[in-house]
């Protein structure tokens, strides 16, 4: 399996304008978790699914912030308007079950440069 | 609410030292524990688990984690530690009442002089 997948692997842009990340999870896992990294307040969950389904948004950081799942492989993080304070390593993750004894899987990482 | 705290925010050792690395957690409930590793430009990958059990776990590359419920503790160890060993490493709690919601810690960046 090639693990999980995102995309693009950097993204440098301006402020005000949108971005989209990309994420593919591993196939057969049920669960998708997007996280951000930063220097100041480390690795942070901001939303997960189970079956395509939001499960809890509550680290989205805001309404800029939206995530969706449209299927079982594919789920984008989008930023609108992107500012500064956004950039960051974004990453997504998958488990099987995603239950307390299940282990999730880390994708590569998207940086992100607002400027 | 859950938090975890990594005291040791950048470890400097020789090769062969000794490695520990706290680890501390704050819930009154049933937890399970985790230490993931993030080698340079790399994702994070999971170094070892607990969720039950003896609570000396055995992870890959020789590295060790002892839970000790009394102290909301989850040390991370190597006896010898490696060049190759360079690298972040974040410990991580799992309230089994919030499935799936993984808390983690703000890391440790660890850096072995050859």
């Known amino acids: 399996d090639a693990g999980v997948i995102q995309s693009p692997r950097h993204e440098v842009t301006e402020m005000g304008q949108e971005v989209t990340l990309r994420c593919k999870p591993i196939?057969?896992?049920?669960?998708l978790f997007w996280y951000r990294q930063t220097m100041m307040r480390g690795l942070e969950l901001l939303i997960y699914?189970?079956?395509?389904?939001?499960?809890?948004d509550s680290g989205m950081p805001e309404d800029r912030f939206s995530a969706k799942m449209p299927n079982a492989s594919f789920s984008t993080l989008k930023i609108q308007p992107s500012e500064p304070r956004d950039s960051a390593v974004y990453f997504c993750?998958?488990?099987?079950?995603?239950?307390?004894?299940?282990?999730?899987?880390f994708g590569p990482g998207t940086r992100l440069t607002v400027l | 609410a859950q938090s975890v705290s990594q005291h040791n925010h950048h470890v400097i050792l020789s090769e062969a030292a000794s490695l520990e690395l706290g680890c501390n957690y704050s819930?009154?409930?049933?937890?399970?524990l985790f230490w993931y590793v993030q080698y340079p430009g790399q994702h994070l990958q999971l170094l070892l688990k607990?969720?039950?059990?003896?609570?000396l776990v055995k992870g890959i590359k020789g590295f060790e984690a002892e839970f000790i419920k009394s102290k909301f503790s989850f040390n991370l160890r190597k006896p010898s530690v490696q060049w190759s060993d360079t690298a972040e490493y974040f410990c991580?709690?799992?309230?089994?009442?919030?499935?799936?919601?993984?808390?983690f810690g703000s890391g440790t960046r660890l850096s072995i002089r050859p």
């Open positions: 993750a998958s488990s099987r079950r995603g239950g307390t004894s299940d282990t999730q899987y």
């Open positions: 196939s057969g896992h049920d669960y």
């Open positions: 699914f189970n079956n395509n389904v939001p499960i809890d």
């Open positions: 819930y009154g409930g049933t937890v399970n």
């Open positions: 607990y969720f039950s059990g003896d609570p």
């Open positions: 991580a709690v799992n309230a089994q009442s919030s499935a799936s919601k993984i808390i």
